[in-house]
């Protein structure tokens, strides 16, 4: 089993009060309509290294870690091969930043071209999320989803493990984020310090062993 990581983030870190029991269980509760906070979702182009630190970090035990950040690259292959990129993150948690992606961002792209979009994600869709991924997928036979995840999001729940084989037999490509990967993200989407040279990425401790265990998990539920 691998470490636990029992760390709160501070208010500066994560953007939300510092709250243990919310943690990752706030998108597990059911709000009624008219109880949602206003959608808001955070998009740019680059994401203070602090939330990458803390957000990304693929440890299991996630409390703080109640936002989800989405990287996105989306190669389009239309007249003209164009390659855009940004982020978006939630700022409540009735606002997903999966659903903003189709909502906000896929209708800026060429229509009735082929999309090829790869997501960076700091924690796999919930439910409801993952039925959203799979009915754009359906219904637009030119788009080519690979979501890359940092944390696999109540894998041990049964209807969960149900999604993500939902979104497989959709055509989504779904992958744990090796180090690899999560240097890829520090290089093309944390902000640099202005005046200092781009720093390095630092992998944490447990990096490796925690990208295994959920690569297994992950293999376990597909």
């Known amino acids: 089993k691998m470490a636990e990581k029992q760390e709160e983030p501070s208010n500066a870190q994560n953007g939300e009060p510092d709250n243990a029991e919310e943690g990752e269980g706030k998108k597990k509760k059911k709000v009624k309509r008219e109880d949602l906070p206003p959608f808001e979702i955070v998009t740019g182009e680059r994401l203070p290294a602090i939330f990458f630190k803390f957000q990304f970090r ?22 003209e091969a164009v390659t855009s990129r940004g982020y978006l993150e939630d700022e409540h948690a009735a606002a997903h930043a999966e659903m903003a992606f189709f909502n906000t961002i896929l209708p800026t792209c060429q229509a009735g071209a082929r999309h090829d979009v790869t997501w960076y994600v700091s924690s796999s869709p919930c439910v409801t999320c993952a039925q959203r991924i799979c009915e754009a997928l359906r219904k637009n036979k030119g788009l080519r989803l690979t979501i890359m995840v940092g944390r ?15 979104m ?10 090796k180090p690899q990967d999560f240097e890829y993200v520090w290089k093309n989407f944390v902000e640099q310090e202005e005046g200092e040279e781009a720093k390095s990425f630092v992998p944490w401790e447990d990096i490796q062993e925690n990208f295994q265990y959920y690569e297994e998990k992950l293999a376990e539920i597909l």
């Open 168 to 177: 497989k037999e959709a055509g989504c490509k779904l992958r744990i984020m």
């Open 58 to 79: 693929n440890v299991e035990y996630s409390s703080g870690r109640n936002k989800t950040f989405l990287c996105y690259v989306v190669e389009t292959q239309g007249k």
């Open 152 to 166: 696999l999001f109540m894998w041990e729940e049964p209807e969960m493990q149900a999604a993500l084989r939902s």
